[in-house]
């Protein structure tokens, strides 16, 4: 399956800011670079919730991560086992992450923002799982929270409404 969209080259201001970011200039940044404004726009926001922390840069992989897995988004997961590891996640907590619910690997902070990004994901946060969010997070966070999750919510329909998939070497 193709891209949906030709690949440009990312040019200019974008490109520096992409490198800036430490960033490769991915199939992503080349097919939103038909709409350069929104191409920087994406760059703005995808790199304030990975770079703006309140939470652990773990905790937000691993969200990321989860989230990957439920859309089954293997160009999403690709990206963020390597960034997940850099952050300090285990390859333990990455091959337990499927299972996490009842797994030892993850404490109750990070159970919490899983459940949370499983009902993000799937449409519908209970109150239940808010007042845990609550418990656990101060204002900032559960904010940081809840745009990770919606984030990473809307990416695994950007890459597939793009057709955009990884290498089958970049692949485990």
């Known amino acids: 399956m193709s891209a949906t969209v030709p690949m440009l080259?990312?040019?200019?201001?974008?490109?520096?800011?992409?490198?800036?970011?430490?960033?490769?200039?991915?199939?992503l940044y080349r097919a939103l670079a038909h709409q350069p404004a929104m191409l920087e726009a994406?760059?703005?926001f995808s790199s304030s919730v990975r770079r703006e922390p309140a939470v652990s840069r773990a905790l937000r992989e691993l969200i990321i991560l989860r989230s990957a897995q439920i859309h089954d988004a293997r160009y999403q997961w690709r990206d963020h086992v390597r960034m997940a590891a850099e952050a300090g996640v285990s390859p333990?907590?990455?091959?337990?992450?499927?299972?996490?619910?009842?797994?030892?690997?993850?404490d109750e902070k990070t159970r919490c923002a899983l459940a949370f990004t499983e009902e993000m994901v799937?449409?519908?946060?209970?109150?239940?799982?808010?007042?845990?969010?609550?418990?656990?997070?101060?204002?900032?966070?559960?904010?940081?929270?809840?745009?990770?999750a919606g984030f990473y919510c809307m990416v695994p329909r950007v890459l597939d409404a793009l057709r955009l998939e990884p290498s089958t070497e970049d692949m485990p």
Not at 124 to 145: C, M, Q, W, Y
Request: charged share 30%.
């Open 92 to 106: 333990e907590q990455v091959d337990g992450l499927e299972d996490w619910a009842s797994s030892t690997l993850f």
């Open 42 to 44: 994406w760059l703005d």
């Open 9 to 27: 080259e990312v040019t200019g201001a974008a490109r520096e800011r992409i490198e800036a970011l430490g960033l490769e200039v991915a199939d």
């Open 122 to 148: 799937e449409g519908e946060v209970s109150e239940a799982t808010l007042g845990k969010l609550a418990d656990l997070f101060n204002p900032a966070e559960r904010i940081e929270l809840i745009l990770t």
